[in-house]
């Protein structure tokens, strides 16, 4: 009895995460394909709005020095912003400067009309480790949202199928 309840509650954690989810007051929906991903909490952005963060646990990530590596997926959703998004790039980019590696638009595989997406990379001082990441602006209903999909720089490849995976689920 226990393996069955064990399994059905299984089964019903993966079909729940591979569900279309939607961000409130928006149009904005994404798809975790893999119960790999787990939610972690929400919190208040202190403009006025959302961050949505998820882990991915799926396997262990290590990295060239052997430590273990937690990828993230943090939304950052900002109701009734009236800036463009190079604005709020800008802001973002100022509020944790980073490398531009890449920009890329709605030809390059980013999922919104008009949006504005980069791969970029930074070092953290508190670690002194590498990281790059995608990061993907657009609007929905005046409120401005950005995905971000991050690790280690040595073991971006390893996760950019799963991030590319999430980056092409959102409509």
Known sequence: ??????????????????????????????????????????????SGGDIYLYAYTGHEVIDLEGDT??????????RDYDGDLYE???????????????????????????GLGYIGAYTNPSDQK?????MTYFYSKRTSVEFRLETTKDTFNEMDFEFKDILSSIK
Do not use: C
Request: glycine share 4%; hydrophobic share 40%.
């Open 1 to 46: 009895m226990k393996k069955l309840l064990l399994f059905l509650s299984l089964l019903l954690s993966v079909s729940a995460t591979a569900q279309r989810l939607t961000i409130p007051g928006t149009d904005v929906q994404y798809r975790l394909n893999s119960e790999d991903w787990v939610y972690v909490r929400t919190f208040e952005h202190p």
């Open 69 to 78: 590596v937690l990828p993230f997926l943090r939304i950052y959703v900002v």
């Open 88 to 114: 709020l790039a800008y802001e973002r980019y100022e509020a944790q400067p980073y490398q531009s590696l890449k920009e890329y638009t709605k030809g390059d595989g980013l999922p919104a009309s008009g």
């Open 130 to 134: 590498d990281y790059q990441f995608y």
